[in-house]
């Protein structure tokens, strides 16, 4: 799930997300989430994909990182405003 996020790769998200076993918030082993992965890879619709699947923009990694915090501080107004709104 990660790697899809961080490629942009929609399809992949959405076959993956499409299996029930998958977990949307499901970290990596820095305790990234794919969400986070595809914030700091400036992904918009693999973004927009995964909030709507429901993966949680506050959800830190093992630095304390999380999807909004980062989403505030890039480069990308789009994914900004969409993790900008508590849910």
Known sequence: LQVAADQGDVEA?????????TLVDAPD???RTALLHAVLAQ?????RL???AGADPGRADQAGLTPRAAALTGANAEIATLLATPR
């Open 29 to 31: 082993s820095t305790g």
């Open 43 to 47: 992904q918009a619709p693999a973004v």
């Open 13 to 21: 998200l959405k076959a993956l997300l499409a299996n029930p076993a």
């Open 50 to 52: 995964l909030i709507a």
